[in-house]
């Protein structure tokens, strides 16, 4: 079983930056690929980006050049860096998992940018 927890959410001004956190425990395989998905209120959860286990990120156009992600292999821990954010970015951020086919959640974590 895994479990993921995140941290790290708040309350921003449009332009500021956050950082979030998500760690994993539990059985891990080595490849497994972390990543981050967003929901706004009223929309769809959708991707933010993801890295696979050698740390190369993929990212949403839409964040591309504000957000990074990076790893921490020797943690289980997986980082969003969110940088220049607009309140459109505002959104219930999940951390995810992805090992033998099989998806993990974590709680999420509240990220609301105010103009």
């Known amino acids: 079983q895994v479990q993921l927890v995140e941290s790290g959410g708040g309350s921003v001004q449009a332009g500021g930056s956050l950082r979030l956190s998500c760690a994993a425990s539990?059985?891990?395989?080595?490849?497994?690929?972390m990543g981050w998905y967003r929901q706004a209120p009223g929309k769809e959860r959708t991707l933010v980006g993801h890295?696979?286990?050698?740390?190369?990120?993929d990212y949403f156009s839409g964040v591309k050049g504000r957000f990074i992600i990076s790893r921490d292999s020797t943690k289980n821990t997986v980082y969003l860096h969110m940088n220049a954010l607009k309140p459109e970015d505002t959104a219930v951020y999940y951390c995810?998992?992805?090992?033998?086919?099989?998806?993990?959640w974590g709680q999420g974590t509240q990220v609301t940018v105010s103009s």
């Open positions: 995810q998992l992805r090992q033998y086919g099989t998806e993990y």
């Open positions: 890295i696979n286990s050698g740390g190369v990120p």
């Open positions: 539990g059985s891990i395989f080595r490849f497994a690929v």
